[in-house]
């Protein structure tokens, strides 16, 4: 046996001794909630970025890291994880996801200069008209 993941069980890896690598075992402990909500921040994270909301640095104005056209496929990412997954995760966890959200959706219609009809801005096909 090598060091590499097996050919017979492509979702773990085994070294020589036969024990399963650490990523895996740490993967397995971690709850599906917490997949799920830490895949939605990174998700608000990087559409914040791309909407211009970005902290000034001393590289310069956060807004020079805005991409619409970026935040667009995140935002519409970020909508149907979180309206998928709301029944699952909870009204305590989806409710502030869905709060993230909406200022997202808001923020890109603010730094947006032709701006969608009601109902067609980033993921509002899955949550309904923002404004």
């Known amino acids: 046996m090598t060091d590499s993941p097996t050919s017979d069980a492509p979702d773990t890896a085994e070294t020589t001794d036969g024990s399963v690598t650490g990523a895996t075992r740490d993967i397995a402990d971690v709850a599906a909630v917490e997949v799920i909500t830490t895949a939605a921040v990174h998700l608000m994270s990087a559409a914040a970025v791309k909407c211009g909301l970005a902290e000034d640095g001393p ?37 502030s996801l869905r709060d993230g959200l909406r200022t997202l959706q808001l923020a890109f219609r603010e730094a947006s200069v ?18």
Not at 78 to 88: E, Q, Y
């Open 59 to 95: 590289d310069g104005a956060g807004a020079a890291y805005l991409d619409l056209d970026e935040a667009r496929k995140l935002i519409t990412a970020l909508a149907a994880l979180v309206t998928a997954s709301a029944p699952d995760i909870g009204n305590q966890h989806a409710r």
């Open 114 to 131: 032709i701006p969608d009809a009601p109902g067609e801005g980033p993921g509002e096909k899955f949550t309904g008209s923002v404004v």
